[in-house]
């Protein structure tokens, strides 16, 4: 592959915040067309990681390049080619909606002669035509989304970052806004920052698991789901889970690994050999059984524990 290939290219990148250490020596490359999943627990550093590509931050040292420009130096080039959803938009809150679209536009240099246009398309492609005129503090969290969406979109950027768009949303709307994403897939490179794992694994090409500031495992989701060993996942709920010793589950053969999340067993298995050896393990105490095919999900909890 051609270094060019890459159109986001984030290299040993630091920053600290105090005594916390956000980014640690973090290493990522983007493709060209891609849409990357950044999947993390609290705190894990995503954001800090994407407001650094995004120019809004600067690293305490590491470059970041987009399009090989470093975002040190060519901050006003790469603002023009990267639209950006923040995780919570900070609209102007008595602006009409197509107002606020408006004044981004003009600040992006959208030609004149198409902001109306342009502004008119991107109502309709989040379906808000209906509300342009309304102000934005009459809107919900999920209509002041769909404007950030817009608003994200206004200069049609090359690349786009979005920061958990479907966080704190009804099921509908988050659809919806899933939805609009796939469709925006290929024509765009994206970055989804998510910790919805159902969600990346139904949107990304690509997935990078990061944990405490570094990049811990990446992969398309049926690799990282491969990689979990053992084709089935059992799920027994019990009663009281510290009524087991975890090793006497680990000795059957065909176990590979044992996870306790809460008082559900989540034990991940190379066959379904010794399925109903386990279960009699547990058998005067369990809640429910439930076997399946391992998730995202379970990937990352394996990863992450
Ligand atoms: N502006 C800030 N001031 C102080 N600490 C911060 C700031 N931004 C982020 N952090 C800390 O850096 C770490 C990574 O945060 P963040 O990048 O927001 O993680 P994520 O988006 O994965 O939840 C966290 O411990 C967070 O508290
Ligand atoms: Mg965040």
């Known amino acids: 592959m051609y270094s060019n290939d890459f159109i986001i290219k984030i290299d040993s990148l630091n920053k600290s915040f105090g005594k916390i250490k956000a980014l640690d020596n973090l290493n990522l490359e983007i493709k060209r067309g891609e849409l990357l999943g950044i999947i993390g627990s609290n705190g894990a550093g995503k954001t800090t990681a994407i407001r650094i590509t995004s120019c809004i931050l600067q690293p305490d040292s590491g470059d970041v390049l987009v399009d ?17 959803l923040p995780e919570e938009p900070n609209l102007y809150e008595r602006f009409k909606a197509r107002d606020l679209l408006r004044y981004f536009a003009e600040l992006y240099g959208v030609p004149k002669n198409r902001i109306d246009d342009r502004i008119d398309e991107l109502l309709k492609l989040v379906n808000m035509s209906h ?22 979109l206004i200069h049609d950027p090359k690349i786009l970052i979005f920061d958990e768009p479907t966080m704190g949303l009804d099921p509908a709307t988050a659809h919806n806004i899933r939805e609009f994403i796939r469709s925006l897939k290929g024509e765009k490179t994206i970055i989804l920052c998510t910790h919805y794992m159902d969600e990346a694994d139904s949107l990304c090409d690509r997935v990078a698991i990061l944990n405490q500031g570094r990049i811990i495992d990446m992969g398309t989701p049926e690799y990282l789901k ?27 053969d065909s176990v590979e690994d044992v996870n306790i999340k809460g008082n559900l067993f989540i034990i991940s298995l190379k066959s379904k050999c010794d399925i109903k050896s386990i279960i009699n393990v547990f058998r ?14 379970d990937v990352f909890i394996h990863t992450v524990k």
Not at 68 to 84: A, C, E, F, L, W
Not at 131 to 152: E, H, V, W, Y
Not at 229 to 250: A, M, Q, S
Not at 292 to 297: C, F, G, H, V
């Open 226 to 252: 491969s990689k979990i060993h053992g084709d089935i996942i059992l799920e027994l709920r019990v009663e009281d889970p510290k009524n087991y010793n975890i090793d006497l589950i680990k000795d059957f």
């Open 68 to 84: 090989d420009m470093n975002t040190r130096s060519d901050q006003v080039k790469i603002k023009s080619m990267i639209g950006y």
């Open 131 to 152: 509300r342009a005129d309304d102000r934005i503090n009459t809107f919900s969290k999920g209509l002041r989304q769909r404007i950030g969406i817009a608003r994200a």
């Open 284 to 297: 005067n105490d369990i809640i429910s059984v439930n076997t399946k095919e391992p998730t995202l999900e």
